[in-house]
């Protein structure tokens, strides 16, 4: 991975870390939501829902846009995708690794059994 990939991973890692945050993202890629109507579920601050949407959008997972006095939010499908493609890389290195580990270990049982 570049550096800028590397920064982007940790990013979205670390947005998706809080639960909060997870909502506030299933939410957001359902549909269009003004951050007062998300604040609405969480049993916080409308300014601590505003630090967690400010989270995701500079993960790139979410986009705002202003309508009148609202603040709208949406997810960005596209971010979401390259995480799952992160995500599947990561688990390829892992199964790889995993399936070399299982070959020793049979190789070990073939010659044991000689």
Do not use: C, N
């Not at 890629?29 to 951050?35: F, T, W």
């Not at 109507?37 to 979410?62: C, D, N, T, W």
């Not at 599947?88 to 399936?99: K, N, P, T």
């Amino acid at each position: 991975m570049t550096p800028t990939e590397e920064k982007r991973a940790d990013a979205f890692f670390h947005a998706l870390a809080d639960s909060t945050r997870r909502d506030i993202l299933r939410r957001v890629l359902a549909g269009e939501h003004s951050v007062t109507a998300l604040a609405e579920h969480y049993p916080m601050s409308f300014a601590a829902v505003q630090k967690h949407v400010a989270v995701l959008e500079r993960a790139g997972l979410i986009t705002k846009r202003r309508s009148g006095r609202e603040s709208l939010a949406s997810g960005d499908v596209e971010a979401v995708r390259a995480v799952s493609t992160m995500l599947a890389e990561l688990e390829a290195v892992w199964r790889g690794r995993v399936e070399g580990i299982d070959a020793l270990l049979a190789r070990d049982t073939d010659t044991s059994s000689t």
